[in-house]
């Protein structure tokens, strides 16, 4: 026989509470049966609260017992905290592993062969063209983040949109090899003071930030992971005026 819980959600015209839809299904994944009870209204969903006296729903009941909010759920379950909370590497790496995907993709089908040095310089401009668009689609918040750390842009608020701009467009100019000349020595010269500027951040300063390399509002610490963007176009800088030259 199943185990029976009951979940009071807000399920309103308005707004179905995301926490709600997942505490159900996460019960039924689990083995319960579920009595769904929806607060249909904002003013039905408060009275509940304040009657009852708890801060938030959806609330959750097993076998009678009150259990709690989702993250109780979750807990009791033996999950891990949900994603929305605490810091994590998760938007880098997926970054990392579509740009890399996408270069082998265009390599091979532009060669018919996985060519080693073809695939790293494209996934580092795809790299660059994914972070710079993540950048540029919320320009202020992602500056909010960048100003934090960045020693120029804490100086010089504008050069913060400016290193979105240069990232994105050095990233397009790159996948094509145009312009090498010129833009390999401003890759450098802008990943070059974003890496010193990390390090003073973190290794120097143990100042505990979250990276603005995703874009503002991320949970992604500022560290290693962070700081490997910046060295990956410093290679690729390098590697191009190498070969420009």
Known sequence: MKKQATIYRMVTPEHLCPWGIKAKDLLKRSGYRVDDRHLETMEANDAYKKENGYDETPQIFVDGERLGTYDDLREKLGKKPDPKEGKTYQPVLVVFA???????AVTYMSLGQLAVVRVAELFVAFTMCILGVLKLQDLNSYA???VQYDLIA?????YAYLYALIEAAAGVLMVASVGTVIVAPVVLLASGIGAIS??????IKKRDLNCACVGGGSK???GFVSLSENLMMIAMSIWMLAKAF
Do not use: K, Q, S
């Open 144 to 146: 909010t983040g960048f």
């Open 198 to 203: 990390i390090i003073n951040a973190v290794y």
């Open 220 to 222: 992604v610490p500022l």
């Open 98 to 104: 579509m740009a890399l995907a996408m270069a082998f």
């Open 154 to 158: 804490r100086n010089y608020v504008p």
